[in-house]
Structures are given as C-alpha cells and as structure tokens.
C-alpha cells in the first residue's frame, strides 16, 4: 500500500497519490513555530478536479451496488485504523492547525464517535411503508444515493468535519472528492489514506489539495450533485450561486456570533466556566465559540471579578507543551484579525479588561492574548461580525427580553447559550432563540454526533450534518407504489 509523502503532499485520485496537473505547490507551516515547514502540497487545478471527478463518476454505481451494510464493513475498518493511529493524527492536526495537543486527541476521538454513529446508521436508513388509496398495494419510501458529492472543508477542525462529511457520503453510496483547506493539508492526507488502507473501492474517495481554484472546479463541475460546505459566509454565498442554475444540492455550515446569556439567578462560578471553554477553547476558532457575554447589570462587575483573572491567568504556549491553557491562531491573516477587531472597538468606545496583544514566544508563531473588551455596545461591528479568535465582547442588558432581542440582533445563528436557574425563563429560551445549537446552563460549544450540527438563519443552508437528517443531503427520497 502506498502511503502519502507526508512532506510532499499529492492528490488523491483514482486510487492513487499524483501530483497537480499545474505543477504548483504550497507550503504548509506549522502555526505556533513557523520555522517548523511542515511540508509542500499540490496546489490544484481544475484538471486535478476533472480528473477526481471522473474516477468517482467511474466507481459510484458499483459502491451504489454493494449496499449499505457492506460499506459500513469498510468504515468499520476504517474505525479501527483511526484508532490504531489516535497519536499520529492527533500530532498532525497539532502540528499544522496549532490547537493542544489534548484538543486534537478529543478531535480525533470525535471521529471515531462519528464513524460510530454512521456505521449503525447503515441499519437504520429507513423509509416508511405506508397506507395506500388503493387496495392490493403498497405504498413506500426509500433512499438512492445523491451521487457524486463535493466536500469543501475549513482548517478549524482538520479531522471532525471532513470526517462527518466523508463517512455519510460513502455510506449512503455516494462517490467523493474532498477538497480541504489548504492550511491543512496534511491531517486530510492521513484521513484519506485510512480510508484507502480499509479498501475503500478505487475511485469511490479522492482528495484534492489546494485552495479557491480546485474549490471552484469542483462546484462549476455539473456532475457534481451536491457540495457540502463548511467555512465562511461569503464562500458558501458563493458556492450556492454558482449551483443555482443547476439547482445543485448544497449543505452550507457556515459562520456564527455567538450569544451566551448571564441573568441575574445564574450561577456566576458555572458561567464563568462554560465562557473560559467556549471563548478561548481551540483559541476561539470554532463555529459555534462563544463570542458575545449578554449579562444583566445586576450581576455584571461579578461576573467580571471572576472572568477577567481566570483570563489573565491561561497560559499562552505551544499545542505541544501540556502547559499550555490556549494555542496559537492559525495564521498571520488570523492574528491581524484579531489585532484589528480589538483596534476598531476601542476606537468605538469599547474597553480592555483583558489580552487585546499579540504575544511574542520562545518560537514564532501566531499568539494572541485572550481578550475580553466590555462596554460594547451590541451594534457595533465587534458584537456583530465573526472574530473567529480569542476575543469575547461583554454587553450589558437590562432582564431577559433585552438579552434575547441583543443575542438575535445578529445576522447569524450558530448556537444560543442562556445561564439561569428560573425553569420558565429556560424553556422560553429555548422558543426565543434564532439559533440552531442552543445549551442551558452549560458551554455552548460542543454537540452531539446523533443531534443534528444545525444553524440558523445565516449560519446554514440545508441538510443539516450528523445525525439521521444527514441522508437528507447525501440521498434522495422516492416514493413508490406498488400494485400486487
Ligand atoms: P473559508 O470559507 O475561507 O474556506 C473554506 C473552504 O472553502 C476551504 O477549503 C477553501 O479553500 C474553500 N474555498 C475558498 N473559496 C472558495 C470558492 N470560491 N469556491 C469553493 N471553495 C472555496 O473558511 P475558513 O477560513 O477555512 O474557515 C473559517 C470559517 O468556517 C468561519 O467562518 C467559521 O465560522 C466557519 N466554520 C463553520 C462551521 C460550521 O459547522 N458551521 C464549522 C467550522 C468553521
């Protein structure tokens, strides 16, 4: 079995490792020492895509063929090789997005949960049998697969989410191209070749590195009947009106301004808590990271007395150093984002309570402070626009009815996070919020592989991903009636 040059990192097509028609190649660097080149891979053009494309057209009827149980077989080799090598991919995903190294274990970990899942769902992708008009017949549903898929996928989980794009698509017989980010490169690499080494059929997977370009050959591709998406806001905009013609199937998880609510019963120790985990876990690079404190006044200077030490107390470091209470972000682009969020809500009337710096290490690297402005007002562009970083903004709200229109004032709905202990007053939360992911009394990061990973609003179109709604995007329904 070949396995990928994991300094010269190729495409994967058709059952083998190839480099890029163009010849091109990108660097990938590791984020916390940028003197760590990790290595080069295939910057891709749209021949690569056309190449990948035609394989997985070639296969999918046969893997179509083969049934459902019989390809979990093969994710259920896949599990086992996921699980024999927890550490390399762990490191990997360290290595080249920066996040702890106890962050990209619980990641890798979530894979196997994920194959988990899709590996029993193979017994359970059901239709309905149902009542029809006329005697002596049956009338039913059942599931086809979508066809051959696109996978476009963000660096902030390297692992998880092409994981939960790739093990759904090739359970429910679709042929696929994965298309990662080119800021990880690598962590795709490995997964793909779990997947060739478990005897996933030639052609039925293949992997294009690179950026924008392959991105878009991959959309424009009419045999493609589905792209599913994760990253930013206006790339999805982009994919889904570059389908539109054709009205190709879109899955698009998009981006989020996340709101966690502090009421005046909350306790204050538990909601300091799920701030530290879901502002400045994985460095505030995650979908759904808490991005916005809505408290109440009665209880703000508290709630600050308590948040700004534990903050000021993480330690900045590496992924690899266990010390480490926070990573690096994973780019310069990322770093100046942050420097300019901050920069700009000053400017606006917002203050420091803590962070707002880059931090300069014993490597370089792309190190920001974790960062709490407070006196932000909700309007402004840092209470209204993605970070995605360790920057938390506090706004003060009078009561419930001002937390909940302030949380929903924004053009996403990722996840809604409400602190309180008033049952009535959770329940309603549950009904006000415009958002998808919503928690109660704790972090609002983090769900569940069988509870759908759903948006609202601008934060998704589609399908949502995990759970059983995921055969809504990678198969389609028919009905039929048959007469006896
Ligand atoms: P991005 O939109 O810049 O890139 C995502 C992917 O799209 C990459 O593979 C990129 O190469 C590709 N791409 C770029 N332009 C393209 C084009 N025109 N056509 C096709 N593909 C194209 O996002 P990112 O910086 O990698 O990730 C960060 C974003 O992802 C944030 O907005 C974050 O909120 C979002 N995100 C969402 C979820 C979710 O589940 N909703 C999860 C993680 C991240």
Redesign the pocket.
């Known amino acids: 079995m070949t396995r990928p040059h994991l300094d010269h990192l190729l495409n994967y097509i058709d059952g083998s490792w190839q480099p890029s028609a163009g010849g091109h190649v990108g660097i990938n660097l590791n984020p916390a020492n940028t003197d760590d080149i990790i290595g080069e891979f295939s910057e891709s053009v749209a021949a690569d895509v056309t190449a990948a494309i035609d394989a997985a057209v070639a296969a999918q009827p046969g893997w179509d063929a083969v049934g459902p149980v019989a390809r979990a077989e093969v994710l259920s080799r896949v599990r086992r090789l996921v699980e024999e090598r927890i550490d390399e991919f762990a490191c990997a995903i360290t290595r080249e997005q920066g996040k702890r190294l106890s962050e990209a274990t619980g990641e890798v970990t979530r894979s196997l949960a994920i194959l988990d899942f899709t590996i029993g769902e193979a017994r359970r992708m059901n239709g309905i049998t149902t009542p029809a008009e006329e005697p002596r017949t049956v009338a039913m549903t059942f599931r086809r697969p979508l066809g051959v898929v696109g996978l ?6 390297p692992m998880a ?1 092409p994981m939960w794009k790739v093990a759904p698509a090739l359970l429910a017989g679709c042929g696929a191209v994965l ?5 990880t490169p690598l962590t795709s690499a490995l997964l793909v070749q779990a997947f060739a080494d478990a005897g996933v059929p030639t052609g039925i997977l293949n992997l294009i590195q ?3 370009e ?3 050959a ?2 424009a591709d009419p045999r493609v009947a589905g792209i599913s ?8 905009q ?2 889904n009106r ?1 389908g539109a013609g054709r009205l190709m199937r879109t899955q698009l ?4 301004k996340n709101a966690l609510i502090v009421l005046e019963d909350a306790n204050l120790d538990a909601a300091v808590d799920a701030i530290i985990y879901g502002a400045f876990g994985q460095s505030g ?4 990271a808490t991005s916005r404190i809505i408290v109440d006044r009665k209880v703000h200077d508290a709630l600050l007395s308590r948040l700004v030490p534990r903050v000021q107390a993480m330690r900045i470091g590496r992924g690899d150093q266990d010390w480490a209470d926070i990573g690096p972000v994973v780019n310069d682009e990322r770093e100046q984002a942050c420097l300019d969020a901050v920069g700009k809500a000053v400017a606006e009337g917002a203050q420091i309570a803590c962070g707002g710096k880059a931090v300069t290490l014993d490597t370089p690297g792309y190190f920001v402070e974790p960062t709490v402005l407070t006196n932000v007002a909700w309007d402004s562009e840092l209470a209204q626009e ?1 970070v ?1 970083g360790p920057v938390v903004s506090v706004i003060a709200c009078d009561g419930y009815d001002e937390a909940m229109r302030i949380s929903n004032s924004v053009r996403y709905g ?1 996840s809604g996070t409400i602190f309180t202990q008033n049952p009535s007053l959770m329940f309603q939360a549950l009904q006000d919020f415009e958002a998808g992911m919503l928690h109660v009394n704790r972090p609002g990061v983090g769900s569940y592989v069988h509870l759908p ?1 759903v ?1 609202a609003k601008s ?2 179109l589609g399908a949502p ?1 995990c759970s059983p709604d995921v055969w809504n995007f990678y198969t389609d329904l028919r009905s039929a009636c048959i007469k006896y």
């Open positions: 476009i996928t963000p660096w902030n989980f989410i298309k990662p980010s080119p800021l690179g950026g924008r392959a991105g878009e991959l959309v998406f994760t990253g930013s806001l206006p790339v999805g982009a994919i570059a998880e998009l981006g989020g690079q995650r979908c759904s993605e995605f990722m990973h948006g934060s998704q991903e």
